[in-house]
């Protein structure tokens, strides 16, 4: 059975070696703007993560759920606190993000399963 966490990081982290090469400076910036965003501040990480989770499955961005699910996992965030947050982006976004919380529950399993293996 194929491991969608390992398939995702491998892909990723692939694809974001070779943006960076190109050494474009407006990239760059992006991605240190990102980086940093999501660094302890007044809000702490965990309240960030799930900000980013909510926004980025309202815009429905699968790749962007998956980060932000698997960064809300690393912080500590319960499966509990992850679903109300779905909950909310699925209310604010409407039906249409529906197909984008079924993968973000996929994909937390798929979390699960890979961090008790």
Do not use: K
């Given at each position: 059975m194929s491991d969608i966490v390992e398939e995702f990081n491998d892909y990723r982290a692939k694809m974001n070696d070779k943006i960076l090469a190109d050494n474009n400076k407006i990239i760059k910036r992006?991605?240190?703007?990102?980086?940093n965003a999501f660094q302890e501040g007044v809000l702490d990480k965990k309240t960030k993560e799930l900000l980013g989770l909510v926004a980025s499955a309202v815009l429905r961005c699968d790749d962007c759920v998956k980060y932000h699910l698997e960064s809300s996992y690393n912080e500590g965030l319960s499966k509990e606190e992850i679903s109300e947050a779905l909950g909310i982006a699925t209310l604010v976004g409407g039906?249409?993000?529906i197909p984008h919380l079924r993968r973000a529950h996929e994909y937390w399993e798929a979390l699960e399963q890979h961090h008790s293996d």
């Open positions: 992006i991605f240190n703007l990102d980086t039906t249409i993000v």
